[in-house]
């Protein structure tokens, strides 16, 4: 799976693919708009791929406090306040398929 798999992916299926990490069909989900299906797959994986996605979700939420737990969980920094949560979720998966 690779970046332009999962943008391709987005775009076109009904869902993510099974056999994808459960990090990165959690930012399939928010993607598409369903922060709740999301937020269900990033915390049944408690890696730190699935913290730092879990932080990223409760940033997006507004829930600074919830979301610095799981940055720190994840062994990242909250972003910088230029950060966008678009450039963060495309880091963020970049990171996760590999490029």
């Not at 999962?6 to 069909?25: E, F, H």
Request: net charge negative.
């Amino acid at each position: 799976m690779s970046f332009a798999d999962l943008q391709l992916s987005v775009a076109r299926d009904a869902a993510p693919p099974a056999d994808w990490p459960g990090p990165v069909r959690a930012l399939w989900h928010d993607a598409r708009g369903d922060w709740d299906a999301a937020h269900g797959c990033a915390q049944e994986d408690e890696s730190r791929e699935g913290s730092w996605v879990h932080a990223y979700l409760h940033r997006k939420e507004g829930d600074a406090g919830n979301a610095g737990y799981w940055y720190a969980r994840a062994g990242r920094s909250f972003p910088s306040r230029g950060t966008t949560l678009e450039a963060e979720w495309e880091s963020i998966a970049r990171a996760l398929t590999g490029g």
